[in-house]
């Protein structure tokens, strides 16, 4: 099943995306994609319910924005460094565990929204992702046991301001929390819908030129390794959202290194779960 949510910003509705690309508004089932939802069984409820009252639901225009396929989760943990030719563009040595931090919530925003090059910005940069949903608490959990904490997967452009994150004293938070730095989506893809996370083509483009283009098979710690190495150092909570790393070719990477500015488009797309487009617009007061 592929969750989406629809609407303006802030009064965004459930839906759901069917095979044929049809999208259906299931506001009638009662629950937004909340922690409440993926804490309660709430993909299963829904599908069941979807079984009674899918002809009964109303279609949504393809016109219509799509927001972030999921409300605002608790937290947004990302894993920096977390594949092999990524770690060797930046200089840095293979990480022998898991480097964490985190991207503010109100960085999360649609997959076609807009994204905005922040105030005194000049490094602003790109980075396809595969993000994992949780569906289930989980706190000091095996690798053995996290495809079971697992809800689904999401794409996710995880941008980054250069100098912020890397010339500014502090931590990374400081060039990944900024408005417009998280678009989710199109859409979640439940769990039972990706067949093997650690093997998914992924890629990016920026003004129609391909700059990134890996799997997931080049990660260097997988999907079980990072939701249970985390869950060590934090409880995850239903819904919350961790981004794995990405792949060679962000524009940090380039000698010269190359950067966003006003009027540049990105694509980027992960196998099984669709594409997403964001142009940048420059910030304003």
Known sequence: MKLIRFGTAGNEKPGVQLADGTRLDVSAFGMDYTEAFFGNNGIEKLR???SDHESDCPTIDNE????????RPSKLVCV?????????EAGMAIPKEPVLFFKSTTAICGPFDEVIIPKNSEKSDWEVELAIVIGKKASYIEESEAMDHIAGY???????ERAFQIEKEGQWCKGKGCDTF?????FIATADEIKDPNNLELWLEVNGERL??????????NVQEVVSYI???MTLLPGDVISTGTPFGVGLGFNPPKYLKPGDTMELGIEGLGISKQTCVAYKK
């Open 48 to 50: 069941n319910w979807l």
């Open 64 to 71: 219509i924005r799509l927001g972030p396929p999921l409300a």
């Open 80 to 88: 920096g460094l977390n594949y092999a030719m990524h770690a060797k």
């Open 154 to 160: 999401v794409l996710h452009n995880d941008i980054s």
């Open 182 to 186: 998280a678009p989710l989506g199109p």
């Open 212 to 221: 990134q283009h890996s799997s997931t098979s080049d990660f260097i710690f």
């Open 231 to 233: 869950s060590q150092f």
